[in-house]
């Protein structure tokens, strides 16, 4: 008697050990102002170009701000965020379409400061920086 209350008991606490599920995935940490490797890999096989990366997982990257407070947004020469490859300047937002999804590591946005800071004047718009492999 005393074996099949041991082994019924053993059963009820291993119950729900078994029921848990061993390979869950861990969640990805998301970082607002980084697109990470880990993140651009979940979807690599749905978009074909850099462009389509922040436009799916971080369109506020493209959104343009600040340029009011100064008046460019009136005159036109306000351009929004500049695109930065491997720490060489490649111009506007435009010029994220014309690199392939495939060769992208990790992605960036810069703020207006942030930006200027490091790599000059003209970066009103704050900066993408694309990191490639």
């Given amino acids: ?3 099949v209350l041991t082994v019924a008991l053993i059963s009820l606490l291993a119950a729900p ?3 848990q599920e061993p390979t869950a995935k861990p969640k990805i940490k998301r970082q607002a102002n980084l697109i990470s490797n880990e993140e651009i890999d979940q979807v690599r096989g749905e ?3 850099a462009y389509q990366i922040v436009q799916r997982l971080r369109p506020q990257f493209l959104r343009t701000r600040g340029a009011s407070s100064l008046g460019n947004s009136a005159a036109g020469d306000y351009k929004g965020p ?3 490859v491997d720490g060489s300047p490649r111009g506007e ?3 994220l379409s014309q690199i392939t999804a495939m060769t992208v590591k990790e992605i960036r946005y810069l703020s207006s400061g942030d930006a200027t800071t490091q790599y000059g004047t003209g970066y009103d718009g704050g900066a993408i920086v694309v990191t490639t492999r």
Avoid: G, T
């Fill in 1 to 3: 008697m005393r074996l």
């Fill in 17 to 19: 050990l078994a029921a």
């Fill in 47 to 49: 978009v074909n170009d």
């Fill in 82 to 84: 500049r695109v930065i």
């Fill in 93 to 95: 937002v435009s010029a």
